[in-house]
């Protein structure tokens, strides 16, 4: 089995810049990092290019030692790899999906959550996996919004990134999808002809956007939804954090 | 105006203690760290005992040299002070309010969440931020939830916190009050006998306890609920996030 100690081994370097989206874009490749991730790959059946695991991780399932695509790493080289503080030793690499650039083969019989320029990782993690519960489709991550590999998304998704489609897109492409297939695209901004998310009677399928936590969606998207929807804020609070209201919309609207 | 630079200061060396419970119950006070929740402090008349701000940030507010409760810091005191990594450069010292501890004024009219042996300070503050958008009287801190005064649940809280009536107790006791005022206390736990909470027809006033992000609810807490209720998971997410769950079941229960 191939071992790996140095941070000045080309692989390694190659590794770390898989924490950028241009690392990703230009290797066609991402890191998963920690068992949970890795086992919900095996799981989900997705192709591991290669394991990258320390000797002490390597202990706990020496089966591995078997497999032609596991490479030994040092505890030195897993911390620089990993974007954690303390990295459990343990990354899958894996080839980026065509499909998540394939618009023509979605799933349009169930609802999508359409992220419109969202910047907060841990947002967009907990946002996918309550898709997930909610029973959607997929969710479109659109231009602007935080790659789907970034990995403290990746991260927060916990898993659920393998259970319903992720797609990057253009969110008008996708508005143009949903409605050819007579679903209604909603979106989320109070306005004076929005209305009230009990009094929405959604079908089967829909599109709902969620914008950017600070300025909300964009004006251009926005200028396309079929109907705007709003949750009555009753107290004091300025407004909901975007996962949780996304969190009401979903389970609100699709039940 | 007094000014400290030293962070040999004791004035300083008692405000870093401020950033734990035993710092805080000593000295009796906490800090709020930003303008933001400076600025909320003020509107809701919170007594600020002493503001300590940089000459930065002094600029920008030249009238509150008049104050003799200002204390100008240095960048370095306001860096050491401070729990985040850039912090704006001004603070409040606010005394702890009796009735936090307080069970015998509480507003039982509206609905309250119970937070048993919550462990996220970001969990935290997102839930009472959302009780506050639901309507919500007020959030009982139960014994073993990070506190209130936490300064990371305090950023999250983003000036809910004065907003709605929060407390520090026994939930036992806060289920005793809640039954005696004839609110059904629920509780959020999958099992036989839990209904969905779509099928909940909840009264005026509740209580709804959330428990603990690994574990759930305490068997003590749960044999004491009027019921328990569920949020149906239609995908293959394992479990959603507590402060997604809390925000389902707050908009769902009550509107």
Known sequence: MEKINSLQNAHVK?????????????????????????????????????????????ETKPDLTKFPAVIEISEEVASHISATVTPQGVFAVIVLSEREDDLTQLDLSRPWLLLDNVQDPGNIGTMVRTADAAGFAGVAFGTGTVDIHQPKVERSMQGS????????????????????????????????????????????SFGLIMGNEGNGMSRELLAR??????????????????????????FGLYH
Do not use: C
């Open 161 to 204: 990134q393998f259970h319903l489609q992720l797609i990057n897109t253009d969110l008008n492409v996708m508005i143009d999808q949903l409605q050819a297939a007579n679903a209604p695209v909603y979106g989320s901004e109070l306005n004076p002809q929005a209305a009230q998310y009990l009094d929405i009677d959604a079908p089967a």
């Open 14 to 58: 190659a590794w770390k810049k898989l924490q950028t989206k241009k690392g990703r874009k230009q290797q066609e490749q991402y890191l998963l990092d920690g068992w949970h991730l890795v086992n919900e790959a095996v799981k989900a059946k997705v192709a591991i290019k290669t394991l990258l695991i320390t000797a002490k991780q390597l």
């Open 225 to 250: 939804t079929d109907k705007n929807i709003y949750i009555p804020i009753k107290g004091r609070a300025e407004s909901l954090n975007v996962a949780i209201a996304a969190g009401i919309l979903m």
